[in-house]
């Protein structure tokens, strides 16, 4: 019941295409929802964030869409860059962030081609 | 501003061996937290520090030592390496404003 499941597993897409990385939970009591980017050799850094008050929420090209119901969200890169490569986690916790005890899904990784 | 910093970058232990990986903030955060990262799994927490002195285990805690004897230290002790623990170790600190998690470039550890 903690897990957060990532798909795909691997993502490739066209310069200016949408990425689409969809991610699903069981836990009803996590209420912060964030994603990460990470670099290759690098650490993983908050991209965006969501709490289930809400039902999208948008920064820039990213957008986060939460279904509370069917308890899923997803990630939305609009206009996709070579410069978006990278891999992508999706996580989840109770206590609204506080505790930041993340559950991150398994990771996507986006290949971004010119 | 050098936020997170682990040390070493990569390692390569022999099966028995110990050793500790250091991590260390300058943004004041009460909260930190090391993560391990294998390929197709994502990230899984391993120990945990809501401030100095207070410690707890994460989801795989097991074969690994923690201690929090200072707001910016937050070293991970690996006492009898085992294959089962060559993975990326990460650190990371949480900033109480915003929730979000700052993250270390990570410790690349190979045991053989």
């Known amino acids: 019941q903690q897990q957060v499941k990532q798909s795909p597993q691997s993502l490739i897409v066209q310069k200016g295409g949408i990425s689409i990385i969809n991610c699903a939970y069981e836990?009803?009591?996590?209420?912060?929802f964030p994603w990460y980017q990470q670099f290759p050799g690098k650490g993983p850094a908050l991209l965006i964030a969501?709490?289930?008050?809400?039902s999208e929420k948008k920064e820039g090209r990213f957008t986060i869409s939460f279904n509370k119901s069917a308890k899923q969200f997803s990630l939305h890169i609009m206009d996709s860059q070579p410069g978006d490569s990278a891999t992508y986690f999706c996580?989840?916790?109770?206590?609204?962030?506080?505790?930041?005890?993340?559950?991150f899904g398994q990771g996507t990784t986006l290949q971004v081609k010119p | 501003n050098a936020g997170v910093t682990q040390t070493p970058k990569f390692r390569i232990l022999k099966i028995g061996q110990s050793m500790t990986l250091q991590c260390a903030q300058d943004?004041?955060?009460?909260?930190m937290y090391w993560y391990r990262q294998d390929p197709g799994m994502g990230l899984k927490l391993i120990y945990y520090?809501?401030?100095?002195?207070?410690?707890d285990k994460g989801e795989v805690p097991n074969g690994y030592n923690v201690s929090r004897s200072t707001t910016e230290d937050f070293p991970l002790r690996l006492e009898l390496a085992a294959p089962s623990q060559t993975s990326v170790y990460f650190c990371?600190?949480?900033?109480?404003?915003?929730?979000?998690?700052?993250f270390g470039e990570g410790s690349r550890l190979t045991v053989l």
């Open positions: 520090s809501v401030g100095a002195g207070i410690t």
């Open positions: 969501i709490r289930p008050d809400v």
């Open positions: 836990n009803t009591a996590f209420d912060y």
């Open positions: 990371a600190s949480r900033s109480s404003n915003t929730g979000e998690l700052f």
């Open positions: 943004m004041n955060h009460n909260y």
């Open positions: 996580a989840a916790s109770t206590g609204s962030g506080n505790t930041g005890k993340l559950i």
